[in-house]
């Protein structure tokens, strides 16, 4: 009869424990599984995320992009109306001035009227 010496009929990396380390390695397995798990669902989350701020992020661009060209009409009516402004101002000061007084002069009357006959 033969004696069992050491490391025979054990499997490796067992060297008389029975089984206690075989229990710590499938703790740190569990715990290492349990871990990346949860790694696993974070990095869902944050894909996720990332995702919907990309979808805001191209629904701003398009935004901005209608401001741009909502902008740049009205620059343009509003150079428009500057050069039609800058014509007038040109024409005669004295025909201007007359317009502003008789308008002046009406708007007088009426509020007088309108007064007089409470």
């Known amino acids: ?4 010496g050491l490391g025979e009929g054990v499997p490796p990396g067992n060297y008389g424990n029975y089984g206690y380390a075989n229990s710590g390695y499938s703790a740190c397995e569990e715990e290492n599984e349990r871990l990346t798990e949860s790694l696993r669902s974070k990095v869902t989350a944050i894909k996720s995320l990332s995702i919907e701020i990309g979808h805001e992020v191209k629904h701003q661009n398009k935004l901005l992009a209608e401001m741009d060209s909502q902008f740049d009409s ?7 109306t500057m050069g039609k402004l800058k014509i007038l101002s040109r024409g005669s000061q004295t025909k201007l001035l007359c317009y502003m007084t008789l ?8 509020i007088y009227w309108i007064i007089k006959l409470r």
């Open 1 to 4: 009869m033969r004696r069992a």
């Open 74 to 80: 009205t620059t343009g009516f509003l150079g428009k």
């Open 103 to 110: 308008f002046s002069l009406f708007v007088f009357f009426v």
